[in-house]
Structure formats: C-alpha cells, structure tokens
C-alpha cells in the first residue's frame, strides 16, 4: 500500500496542453509525499483540500488549507508535514514559463525576469476564487468542454492568484484606454472570424499581444472568456438563420464552428431557454396566425 510506485498513481493529470494543465494530488499520510524533499515539474498554483505543513527551499514552514493557494516555481524544492488526518488532497494548475513571466510582468516587471519569476510561496483565496477553481477543476475533466475553453478559465484562475500574491495596483488612464482598445481589437478578430476555432494564441497574435494579457484584460472588461464571446456571437447569429436551416441544424451547427448537432442545441438552449426545434416551430405558429 506504501509503495512508491502505488504513491505515484494517486497523482493525475485531468487536462494538458502545451501552455497549461490541471491536475490532482491524492496522497495520504503515509505515503512517499511526506518523506523527504520533492520539485515541482511545472510553475504552479494549488488549492489544498486538506491541510498540512509546507516547507519551501528549507524556509519556514507554513499550514496551507483551503484558505490559500500555494505558488511553486518550476523544480521548486519543498517539504510536507500532515496535520489532517486527510492527508495532502489538492488540485493544481500549470502554466508554460512564458505564460507565468508574462503573468508577473503585468505586476513586476524586474520579477518578471528573475531567475525564479514566482516570490511568494501562498496567496489567500477569496470564496469567489475557490468556487472558480472549482469550477475550472471540473471542466478541465468534462469532455463536452473545449480545450480553448479550459486552457482560458485556467489562464484566468493562475491570473486571479497573482492579482492576490502582488496585490491589483492602480490603473492609469492610459493603461485603461490600451486596454479598452485591445479589448475591440479582440472583439475585431472573433467578429470576423467567429466560424473558425482559433485557439487564444491566434487570436492574441492577431491583436499583437500575449495570451496572458489578452485573456486577463478581455475578461476584465466584459465579464466573459474569447470563447465565451464567440460562443455568444454564433448563437445568435444562428438564431437569425434557423429558419433557412430547420431542417438540417446539422450543417448550421458545423458551419457555425460547432463540434455537431447536440453541442449546438445544448448550447443554444441554456443561452436562449429554448431549444432550436421549439424556437423555429413557435415562428411558423407565429407566421400561420399572422
């Protein structure tokens, strides 16, 4: 039960990319985990599920628990010591080296570029942060889900904890208006073309910008991810051609850039309450009435 190679199947990766992933970390109080000292593969945030002792690079110890988000830099050394009985239950979420230096430059630039571009070793978490954690958590494992989507949600979640661990500090005016203009220049790229599936580093390219910032600033402004507003665009724009296309939604659903018929309906059905079939039948009630 003890064994290293059974202590190593408690770790999974639930999704992966070449920029992120999101994975979990099951290891109980006598496991391999708790016995020596460990490195990190990846720069990563984790939310613990349990609580424990943390030692990084022979520092002081802390107690991580639900409360926090523990930061690790890429082959980080650190230590673990159980106080639950629970063990070390926790979910992480991995960035590229790219993607965190770009992620610290939008708060220190100097930290940017050190040798270990993530200084502090915790963050606090807010209930709103954990319920999005959560909630990445769990599409990062739902097939119905797409990779663009996840890969954006866990950009923001990674973004969310540096806005905590360096504090959000004052925008400019004229920060604001770049930001402003970028988020049109997005909108630009999605509105033109909305029946393509650029990933977030086509279309962060194409507005001449990084992912992180792009995805960051994007969302800032209004409230939803790029797939999140492209997904919005084509239903409605799908809502103007059903009655063209009533009678094969599946070649609507494709030429709209959806994976097939039933991810087109579930999808126009939570955004607009109705599924295509009954929107398209309550017109022709419409019209014959008329």
């Known amino acids: 039960m003890s064994t290293q190679v059974e202590d190593e199947r408690l ?40 609580t424990l002792w943390i030692r990084q690079d022979r520092g002081a110890a802390f107690v991580a628990d639900p409360t926090v988000a523990t930061i690790y830099n890429c082959g980080q050394v650190h230590s ?7 063990g070390d239950l926790v979910d992480w979420f991995a960035m590229s080296e790219p993607l965190v230096r770009d992620a610290v430059r939008a708060f220190d630039v100097t930290a940017a570029e050190a040798a270990s571009p993530l200084a502090f070793t915790r963050a ?49 005016q004229h920060e604001r208006r770049e930001r402003l203009d970028l988020v049109e220049r997005a909108r630009a790229v999605i509105g033109d073309s909305y029946e393509q599936n650029l990933g977030v580093a086509e279309i962060a390219a194409r507005c001449g910008t990084s992912v992180f910032h792009l995805c960051r600033t994007f969302r800032g402004h209004t409230g939803q991810t790029l797939h999140g507003f492209r ?18 939604l599946s070649r609507l659903a494709v030429d709209l850039g959806f994976v097939s018929h039933s991810h087109f309906t579930a999808a126009f059905r939570r955004h607009f309450g109705v599924s295509p079939t009954v929107w398209t039948a309550r017109g022709e009630d419409v019209a014959r009435a008329g």
């Open 11 to 50: 770790e999974r990766v639930r999704f992966a990319t070449a920029r992120t992933a999101v994975g979990a970390l099951r290891g109980p109080t006598y496991s391999c985990y708790f016995r020596g000292e460990h490195a990190t593969a990846n720069y990563l945030v984790a939310f613990p599920r349990s």
């Open 231 to 248: 997904r919005d665009i084509r239903l409605r724009i799908a809502l103007g051609r059903l009655p063209d296309h009533r009678r094969d």
């Open 124 to 172: 606090h978490v807010s209930p709103e942060l954990y319920r999005e954690q959560r909630a990445v958590f769990r599409a990062a494992g739902d097939p119905t889900v797409s990779e663009g989507s996840v890969e954006e949600r866990v950009i923001g979640v990674f973004g969310n904890v540096m806005a905590v661990a360096f504090g959000e500090r004052q925008v400019t």
């Open 80 to 86: 673990r010591a159980p106080i639950s009985p629970d």
